[in-house]
């Protein structure tokens, strides 16, 4: 189910700029010894199932395609942008950025993007935007917080470029994508069919043990 929602997410950002996919990573419970209660003699072991050992982004630097819209930002190498948001800074790779009203650089949801110095960024009068003045961040321990951004430990500069006119692409291949929900797909549908057998032997054996004089 973890693994369902998402590649179900990932295929709804499959043209989002500057998407990151997220993995599950599995593991074993521990294994239980089994016993005859009455005699004590082993019979074997019996496993837990499995569970999610933990969940990682792939902050992986996609490949950068050519919008020539100016005030389309991305970063070509590692780094993030930093937007003042009313919950605090976060940040983002996705540069998909506009104008707002007084003049200052937004983002989709109109936060403010911040400069290298952590003040908003301001458009230049031709409705270009200045990449010097544009901050690019390294972020230590990047966790995603919703609608594309991401809270962290900030590092300093970054060592990424700022390209105007182009927005870094999503991460995620669609085929492949579809491909891995098919497959998990009819992975989840033989758990199901293996829960309704166990079921029906369970209520099958119910049954007969009634039956007995």
Do not use: H
Request: aromatic residues 4%; negative net charge.
């Amino acid at each position: 189910m973890v693994r369902q929602d998402q590649i179900s997410n990932d295929l709804a950002n499959a043209a989002t700029p500057g998407y990151k996919a997220d993995r599950a990573a599995q593991q074993s419970f521990g294994s239980m010894l089994l016993a005859n209660s009455a005699t004590g003699q082993s019979i074997g072991s019996l496993g837990a199932g499995p569970r999610i050992a933990e969940q990682v982004t792939d902050l992986t630097p996609e490949a950068l395609r050519t919008t020539n819209e100016p005030l389309d930002l991305a970063i070509a190498g590692e780094g993030f942008f930093a937007v003042q948001t009313p919950a605090g800074v976060r940040y983002t790779r996705g540069g998909a950025f506009q104008a707002a009203n007084d003049g200052t650089l937004v983002d989709q949801l109109g936060n403010k993007v911040l400069g290298t110095d952590r003040r908003p960024v301001q458009v230049q009068a031709d409705g270009t935007v200045d990449a010097k003045a544009v901050g690019i961040f390294a972020l230590r321990g990047a966790t995603k917080a919703g609608d594309g951004l991401f809270t962290g430990t900030p590092a300093g500069a970054a060592t990424g470029e700022v390209r105007t006119g182009a927005l870094e692409g999503s991460g995620v291949d669609a085929a492949r994508t579809m491909v891995d929900m098919m497959a998990s797909m009819r992975a989840f549908e033989a758990g199901q069919r293996v829960i309704q057998t166990i079921d029906q032997t369970l209520g099958q054996a119910a049954g007969e043990v009634g039956r007995l004089s």
